[in-house]
């Protein structure tokens, strides 16, 4: 909206000089001097100038609106700061359910609500802090399952790099140590293994959280 609002405003001023070009010329052949006369005063006047901040102006009041008038904003204010702890408690239980329950309705709307994707996309804005450290907590997990499984399970990290390098026409094998190769082989695998782990996070994020916050 603010980039809108910059364009118009200088499409405005690329439009005035144009217009004031215009007007001179016309003035000087002769032609509809008067009009042309008072259309060049008023942009040069300061009403065009009030005009133009004030359209600009409102692309931004726009932007950055919270929806209510300054008077509804004052006197809402004044009315929370006159409730005691307990009910402003219970107040912002029952704005966090009704912002849930429209978040779950544009999920309906939009269709996230029955994909894997819009499911993380939900817990990310609910839980915050806590679905990031649940979710880096699965993927250290996995890669450490996974290196250790290529690391002892007689997984010969560097044959694949060698294969790697017969597509690719690079010599990574012979420039890296094995444990080197193992990471690197285990990082790619962990990533392939992100279909698993995004059905293991959205499952498993709700119990975890309220476990360790004390959350119901």
């Known amino acids: ?22 007007c001179r010329s016309y003035s000087v052949i002769g032609a509809s001097s008067r009009s042309s006369q008072a259309a060049a005063n008023f942009l040069t006047s300061s009403n065009y100038e009030t005009t133009l901040f004030a359209s600009t102006s409102y692309y931004k009041v726009q932007k950055f609106s919270s929806g209510l008038t300054k008077e509804e904003e004052e006197n809402e204010k004044n009315r929370v700061s006159s ?8 107040e912002l239980r029952q704005l966090d359910d009704e912002i849930k329950r429209l978040h779950v309705l544009r999920g309906i709307n939009t269709g996230e609500l029955y994909t894997w994707r819009g499911q993380m996309k939900a817990l990310a804005r609910d ?4 679905f990031v450290v649940w979710y880096y907590t699965v993927w250290c997990a996995m890669f450490s399952v996974t290196f250790v499984a290529i690391e ?8 694949l790099v060698s294969k790697m390098d017969a597509y690719t026409g690079f010599d990574m094998a012979s420039r890296i140590n094995p444990t080197v190769g193992s990471l690197a082989v285990a990082l790619i695998a962990n990533e392939c293994l992100e279909p698993i782990r995004l059905v293991c996070v959205v499952s498993t994020t709700k119990p975890v959280v309220h476990m360790f916050t004390g959350r119901t």
């Open 83 to 90: 409730l005691s702890p307990e009910i402003k408690s219970v």
């Open 1 to 22: 909206m603010l980039s809108a609002a910059l364009c118009l405003t200088k499409g405005a001023l690329q439009q005035r000089q144009s217009c004031l070009l215009a």
């Open 152 to 159: 002892y399970g007689g997984v010969d990290a560097l044959a």
């Open 127 to 130: 839980y915050g802090i806590g």
